[in-house]
T-cell receptor, first 122, second 108 residues
Framework: QVQLVQSGAEVKKPGSSVQVSCKAS????????ISWVRQAPGQGLEWMGG????????NYPQKFHGRVTISADESTDTAYLELSGLRSDDTAIYYC???????????????WGQGTLITVSS | EIVLTQSPGTLSLSPGERATLSCRAS???????LAWYQQKPGQAPRLLIY???SRATGIPDRFSGGGSGTDFTLTISRLEPEDFAVYYC?????????FGQGTKVEIK
């Protein structure tokens, strides 16, 4: 059974950047997609993008192009989310999720990390 | 992008009752690539259904999914106390993957 363990909560200043890590254990990392999904306080889920290490591909929704970078270190089974130009409305819980790849770059999420609270405040 | 609209926003039911949740897409979800998740307060989402109707590993058979094209449903045949939660649909047929806004199933 795969486990995804994320880094801890952070408080950041507006305009700065944040990096969140997600370490996978108990399962193969390379043949799955790893995505990031965020949830603002009291709100729904929002997909921020994903990476499929075996294809070395990333994809992002247009909304996050240029502000989000997702990467993966296969040697440590760890994925990373970097979000730049932080604003107050980026305050949210950020989840990593393992994606089951059905066709190239299409996936749903069968395992989730515990979530990382990122607070953006001056 | 495909917009998913879930209804109702809140469903008030008693344990033992049947719950029917709807997810409508703004355009056809190709290949029936629709998933359902359950989220309880303070927890990460949990996968229930993928491919519109396939139950994920370990999910009780009181949960069932159906539908195709633009209209999908999640049915909980008999609500157990642990089923009161928020449910989200997600399409992965066309990027960007999108989620519905959620349906809260609360105890009546």
């Amino acid at each position: 059974q795969v486990q995804l363990v994320q880094s801890g909560a952070e408080v950041k200043k507006p305009g700065s950047s944040v990096q969140v890590s997600c370490k996978a254990s108990g399962g193969t990392f390379r043949t799955y997609a790893i995505s990031w999904v965020r949830q603002a306080p009291g709100q729904g889920l929002e997909w921020m993008g994903g990476i499929i290490p075996i294809f070395d591909t990333t994809n992002y929704p247009q909304k996050f192009h240029g502000r989000v970078t997702i990467s993966a270190d296969e040697s440590t089974d760890t994925a990373y989310l970097e979000l730049s130009g932080l604003r107050s409305d980026d305050t949210a819980i950020y989840y990593c999720a393992r994606g089951i790849v059905t066709i190239p770059a299409a996936y749903y999420f069968d395992s989730w990390g515990q979530g990382t609270l990122i607070t953006v405040s001056s | 992008e495909i917009v998913l609209t879930q209804s109702p926003g809140t469903l008030s039911l008693s344990p033992g009752e049947r719950a029917t949740l709807s997810c409508r897409a703004s355009q056809t979800v190709s290949r029936g690539y629709l998933a359902w998740y359950q989220q309880k307060p303070g927890q990460a989402p949990r996968l229930l259904i993928y491919g519109a109707s396939s139950r994920a590993t370990g999910i009780p058979d009181r949960f069932s999914g159906g539908g195709s094209g633009t209209d999908f449903t999640l049915t909980i045949s008999r609500l157990e106390p642990e089923d009161f939660a928020v449910y989200y649909c997600q399409q992965y047929g066309k990027a960007p993957w999108t989620f519905g806004q959620g349906t809260k199933v609360e105890i009546k």
